[in-house]
């Protein structure tokens, strides 16, 4: 260790800070509260030791805010930044805290991380989220080769895989699985008497296997009396105020309680209070009260009015709060630390508290095994399940921790023990290119390179391992090529050159094998889509495959009759008829595929050439365009042997010294060649999808070639999801001749999403001129939706002007309660939405190509960014600490 701790370490954290001190990366996968945390802060202390650099990155602005606190507090403030889309704060800094997003930025846009020694990626499991998954990635591909990762993750089932891969792309990284949580974790059910309403708390498991008692929960009665004698279950789901009674009278206080409501929390809240649950004392109220309004003060009366302070600091001062997004922040911060302190007893709370916020309690409750996506209802994973119940136990406080599952006409009692039993955590990459990593490629790599780091993705890994192990072998080789080529004597090309002369003039005296060797060569080059003829018929190659000893071509019939052929089965070399576009995506052992494969080659009105006499194999002249006949054989051995004697390397003094390393050079090009022609067999997934999104900016000029456009060194430095339909709008002039107010409400159509199950808003936008913009803008998105199902790429979403009238009314000048009158959308969401229309405006400052409209863009976010927006972005409490 770097520094002597106060406590024991444990295993696992032994044997991380041991490959951190060996110079190796770490994958360190353990429950939650096991105290991961202990092998980032031993990466901080190895940095500052050393006078280098060590960036923190997390998923979520509230988790950066947290753990600068935590680095301040113990490295000093002077020593710690944090960048996040809210705050910049000393980012010179030898610590610095930031959003796995910011660090990408930064990557691409070339900042000197020469001084920088590791990067921790906290909850590098969140990879596998659909939308911001990917950065993650791109971060570890991308960041310099000298810097040390130190990846945190919940427990996952493949961790190994994830290491061994990070080792391919990295180098030397120790994989470090804990699966034994620190607090021993007992799974319980509770359900209510429908008629009583008596509750019964069971064990889910017992020796490991479903409770034998918990049959009794799943069968149901018919009832004497009753609309038409319709089957009822004697149990019910408890009500949120007994459970907690319940609990409170176990002694099994604080609760998480997760709701996957945000009205269902704030209801919960409310039913407590109104039932009359008090849990806290005079003295704790007291300092709930203080640390409440510590973190409004710098709210107004009239914001705190709109926002329901009364009601959440009664709650709050009874020990009873909700947490979720549709919350303000310094609400949410003040529940959190009243929370950790002890003093709030009972926080009904979405699962978006169970991501990386250090809020552990005695029990965690689970009102239902099933959540509403925005979409649909999904049951939930046993990862899902984990990280929930990962905050059930305090270390040093509790013996064991508690997970209490909910009765629910939904979900049998089998099925919550297969839940709770599961230790099933499969991570899965959602890597895919986007338009701003393209142009990124583009921008800093030459065409080979870009493929190969596209290659060198997680997503690429699991879909086929081997390519990213070709692709690292291929990167050694050519090293290895380059190294040979640079140290030798005379000029490789020359050597080159004599050796082909060599094998030319050995290869005339037997003829049959040069020939047999002339149809390897041309059938190992074939490529998919080539049609060549075979049996008198025109086919279409479906697929090459390169074997140790042979090349594998695959074709299809104008019969739809599938071969399998090898240069053996051809006299002569293949003759190249012509060639067809393969459908996509490319699916050769597919039947659709193979079917529209024949179709084209229908269209194709190739003509077939008369094959060999009799079968034969043709003479060596019959190969190839460019192949001069070499007449009589004894005259093309002596014109060889005469050609090799002529060469200036035949007389070197060193001759046989030199033949070797030309042996060497010719194998390892051959290896190159053949490891560069399995990759191109076998990467189909990540590569063929980023050459189509290509061909989309190539056509709506973002590229040309392998260069990038005005636009497209435009489009780089745009960070959205809407990226490409964004700096299309700006090239349009769609954002161009518009006050910052109306800047700011065109600008939240990108940002601002409707996802509730409840009717969207109704688009507003206050001038003719606006109207016109947005419909432009529209138009513009349903054309690049359009290209983009043609391409079979993921659709951008449609622009959503649902958000435009508070964003225009805010940044104007408007106060809280005028903007949010008559509105379903909470003081949270308001927050959240302006903050992200922020953060876009202040990039559409620095990157719209009209001077007025970067004015305007950064005007528009200098005019958002006050009131609870402002207070909402502070680090003030983070820096305060738990205490």
């Known amino acids: 260790m770097s520094a002597p701790r106060p406590f024991a370490l444990d295993r696992f954290q032994h044997e991380a800070i041991a490959a951190l001190a060996a110079g190796s990366s770490v994958l360190v996968a353990a429950p939650t509260g096991s105290g991961k945390t202990v092998i980032a802060e031993e990466a901080v202390e190895r940095a500052l030791q050393a006078g280098r650099r060590v ?69 590098v499991h969140y990879l596998q989220d659909a939308y911001r998954g990917p950065v ?85 009665v018919t009832p004497a009396r009753g609309p038409r004698g319709r089957p009822r279950s004697r149990f019910t789901t408890p009500r949120r105020a007994e459970v907690v009674e319940e609990l409170a009278e176990r002694d099994l206080l604080p609760v998480l309680y997760f709701v996957f409501s945000r009205n269902g929390c704030d209801e919960a809240a409310t039913t407590c209070l109104q039932a009359g649950l008090r849990l806290t004392t005079s003295d704790e109220r007291l300092r709930i009260r203080a640390i409440v309004e510590e973190h409004v003060e710098g709210l107004s009366a009239a914001d705190l009015s709109v926002l329901g302070y ?87 406080i509790d013996d064991v921790g508690r997970a209490v599952v909910l009765w629910s006409p939904f979900v049998s009692f089998e099925d919550v023990a297969s839940l709770a039993a599961s230790r099933s955590f499969f991570l899965r990459s959602a890597f895919r290119p986007t338009y701003n990593m393209a142009a990124n490629l583009v921008r800093r790599y030459d065409e080979d390179d870009a493929y190969r780091l596209l290659n060198r ?60 060797r002339a149809v390897e060569a041309a059938v190992a080059r074939l490529l998919p889509g080539t049609i060549i003829q075979h049996g008198g018929d025109p086919v279409v190659v479906l697929s090459v495959a390169q074997r140790r000893t042979s090349t594998l071509v695959r074709v299809i019939s104008p019969r739809r009759r599938v071969l399998t052929l090898q240069p053996t089965d051809f006299l002569d070399p293949p003759a190249r008829l012509g060639s067809i576009e393969l459908p996509h995506p490319y699916r050769p052992h597919h039947h659709g595929f193979q079917q529209e494969v024949v179709r084209r080659l229908g269209r194709a009105r190739v003509q077939t050439k008369r094959p060999g006499r009799n079968g034969a194999r043709s003479p060596a002249g019959a190969g190839p365009a460019g192949v001069v006949d070499p007449g009589p054989a004894a005259e093309v051995a002596r014109v060889a042997a005469t050609a090799v004697e002529d060469h200036p390397l035949h007389r070197h003094p060193d001759r046989d010294a030199l033949l070797r390393l030309a042996h060497r050079l010719s194998r390892l090009q051959s290896e190159v060649g053949e490891l560069a022609g399995r990759i191109d067999g076998t990467a ?20 040309d070639g392998w260069a990038l456009t005005e636009r497209g060194q435009t489009l780089s430095r745009c960070y959205h999801e809407c990226d490409l339909l964004i700096v299309e709008s700006l090239a349009k002039g769609l954002l161009d001749g518009l006050d910052p107010p109306t800047v700011a409400a065109l600008v939240s159509c990108f940002t601002y999403e409707h996802r509730s199950r409840t009717v969207p808003p109704s688009a507003w936008l206050p001038s003719a001129v606006a109207r016109e913009r ?86 528009a976010a200098e005019a958002l960014f006050r009131g609870v927006v402002a207070a909402s972005s502070g680090v003030d409490d983070a820096l305060a600490g738990p205490t």
């Open 55 to 123: 960036f923190y990155t997390t998923p979520i602005k509230a988790l950066s805010k947290q753990k600068y606190g935590d680095l301040a507090r113990l490295h000093g403030t002077a020593s710690v930044g944090l960048l996040t889309g809210d705050n910049s704060i000393n980012p010179d800094a030898s610590v610095v805290v930031m959003t796995t997003e910011v660090l990408r930025n930064m990557i691409y846009a070339g900042a000197a991380l020469d001084s920088l020694a590791y990067v921790v990626l906290d909850e």
């Open 136 to 220: 993650w990635e791109e971060v570890i591909v991308h960041l310099p080769a000298h810097v040390r990762l130190v990846c945190l993750s919940a427990t996952v089932s493949n961790a190994e895989e994830l290491a061994d891969w990070i080792s391919l792309v990295r180098g030397p990284t120790e994989v470090v699985v804990e699966t034994q949580r620190p607090i021993r974790l007992e799974h319980l059910y509770l359900a209510a008497e429908r008629h009583s309403h008596q509750l019964h708390l069971v064990p889910v498991l017992i020796g490991g296997q479903a409770n034998p008692e918990g049959s009794r929960f799943d069968a149901t």
């Open 310 to 396: 009364d009601r959440f600091a009664a709650a709050l001062e009874a020990g009873i709060a909700s947490h979720h997004a549709g919350m303000v922040p310094p609400f949410k911060e003040a529940v959190e630390r009243c929370f950790v302190q002890g003093l709030v007893k009972a926080v009904f709370a979405t699962e978006t508290l169970a991501l990386g916020i250090n809020m552990p309690a005695r029990t965690v409750v689970i009102e239902k095994l099933t959540k509403f996506t925005g979409e649909r209802h999904e049951s939930l994973t046993a990862g899902e399940y984990t990280q929930l119940t990962g905050r059930a136990g305090r270390r040093g």
């Open 457 to 516: 993705s997680f997503a690429q890994y699991q879909a086929d391992r081997t390519v990213v192990q070709l692709e690292r072998r291929l990167a050694e080789r050519r090293a290895d090529l380059e190294r040979l080529r640079a140290g030798a004597e005379v000029d490789p090309d020359e050597l080159a050159e004599y050796l082909v002369l060599r094998r030319a003039a050995r290869e005339a005296a037997t003829p049959d094998v040069a020939a047999q």
């Open 684 to 703: 189909d997934t990540v590569a063929r999808r980023f050459a189509r999104l290509l061909d989309l900016l190539r056509r709506w000029g973002y590229v």
């Open 774 to 859: 947005h419909r432009a803008i529209v138009r513009l998105a349903e054309r690049l939706r359009g290209d983009e199902e043609a391409a079979q790429l993921v659709p951008t979403r449609l622009p959503d002007a649902g958000f435009a009238a508070l964003a225009h009314a805010w940044a104007s000048g408007g106060e809280l309660d005028a903007v949010l009158d008559d509105e379903e959308l909470s003081g949270g969401d308001f927050v959240r939405n302006v903050k992200q229309l922020v953060d876009l405006l202040r990039q559409l400052g620095e990157i719209a190509p009209d001077p007025a409209t970067a004015a305007a863009a950064r005007q």
